[in-house]
C-alpha cells in the first residue's frame, strides 16, 4: 500500500499534532501504567497489566500507522488557484434543486470525511460528481435512494 495520500494543510497537521502526542504523551504514559501495574505482583490475572498493554498496542499501532500515512502524505495547496472549478480542498455550495435547499461541503480526503462537519470524500458518489465542474455547472449525482441534481453556487478555496 504505497498509493500518495491527498490531504488538506488542515488534516496533515492535525495527524502531525497527533502523532507527537502519542510519541511524547500517550506512549511514556503507557510505560509508565505498564510499570506500575507490574509492580502489583501476578501478572496472570492483572487486569491493570493486560488493560495497559492493550493499550500500547493500540498506541503502537496507530504511531505506525500515522508514520506511514505522514509519510506517503501531499498537501494540496489551493493558495494560488483561482477558484473556477470544484477540486479536492475546495469549499463548494450546493442548491439542491429538489429540496430546494442550500447545502456546503469541503472535498476532502477519506480519512478526513465527516458529514456531521459538512466534509465529503473526493471518492464518495457526490464528491466524485462535483469534482471538475465550475461554477453554475448542474450536476445529477446516483446516490442509494436514486439520482440527486445539484447546481453549484458557490466555490470557495480555504
Known sequence: MSHSIPLTKESYESLQ??????????????????????????????????????????????????????????????????????????????????????????IVGEDEADIKLGKISCTSPVGKALIGHKLDDSVKVKVPAGTKEYEIIDIKYE
Open 17 to 106: 499534532e497527533e502523532l507527537k502526542r502519542l510519541i511524547r504523551v500517550e506512549r511514556p504514559k503507557v510505560i509508565q501504567d505498564i510499570a506500575e501495574a507490574r509492580s502489583h505482583g501476578d501478572l496472570s490475572e492483572n487486569a491493570e497489566y493486560d488493560a495497559a498493554k492493550n493499550r500500547q498496542g493500540f498506541i503502537e499501532g496507530r504511531i505506525q500507522e500515522l508514520n506511514s500515512k505522514l509519510a506517503r502524505a501531499y498537501v494540496v495547496d489551493l493558495s494560488n488557484m483561482k477558484p473556477d472549478k470544484v477540486v479536492f480542498g475546495s469549499t463548494v455550495t450546493l442548491y439542491d434543486t429538489a429540496s430546494e435547499e442550500e447545502i456546503t461541503y469541503k
